[in-house]
């Protein structure tokens, strides 16, 4: 195998590997402030009524994509009501901050540029009550890459600039974040019956 196949087999191979481990790095950390009173009998059903933030750029667009992948993830846990069923009780999400970083300052900063990053509050209310039954705050994240990254980067960068677009679009670290905060909501009301 010559030196030019050789390399040309290596730097895809390469920047994939850099791609995954970046993604392999994301996360999502949460605290419950007020834990969710357990119903004996049936589980209770939810269901997203409001989602809301000040000071967000994008509101919108995040909003739409967080609660359709909140209802997702309820109806995945089995806790969205039936078809015509009213839901026991109401969740109210609220988006605390949203860092985005862009591809010219990640290119050009590095590991320097900061970390993506989606703050979140979800509220749960009773239907009937519309008392605050519970209260959970989130931040899913996608960190910073490391020295390591940026190092590595500068060996194969001709080919990360062709790729990167294509593979981590930032729409694509939206859907991301409000994947898992959707995920950890979902998971954190299931979790409060004992399941």
């Not at 050009?108 to 540029?113: D, I, P, S």
């Not at 898992?180 to 954190?188: L, Y």
């Not at 299931?190 to 399941?195: F, H, K, M």
Request: proline fraction near 6%; charged fraction near 20%; glycine fraction near 8%.
């Amino acid at each position: 195998m010559s030196f030019d196949s050789a390399r040309r087999l290596l730097l895809p191979l390469a920047s994939i590997a850099l791609v995954l481990l970046f993604v392999a790095g994301c996360g999502t950390t949460y605290k419950v402030h007020q834990r969710l009173p357990v119903v004996s009998g049936a589980t209770p059903t939810y269901e997203v009524v409001n989602c809301e933030g000040k000071g967000v750029h994008g509101l919108g667009l995040i909003c739409s994509t967080l609660t359709k992948h909140m209802e997702y993830q309820l109806l995945l846990r089995g806790l969205a009501p039936k078809t015509g069923d009213l839901a026991d009780r109401q969740l109210n999400l609220i988006i605390t901050r949203v860092n985005r970083v862009s591809q010219a300052d990640r290119f050009f900063l590095g590991w320097m540029a900061g970390e993506d990053r989606m703050d979140v509050t979800a509220e749960t209310y009773d239907r009937v009550s519309e008392d605050l039954i519970g209260l959970a705050s989130l931040s899913s994240f996608n960190p910073a890459p490391g020295p390591v990254w940026a190092l590595a980067s500068v060996v194969t960068m001709p080919l990360t600039i062709a790729i990167a677009p294509v593979l981590y679009p930032k729409p694509a670290t939206e859907k991301i974040m409000a994947d898992r905060a959707a995920e950890k909501i979902a998971w954190i009301l299931r979790r409060s019956q004992g399941d």
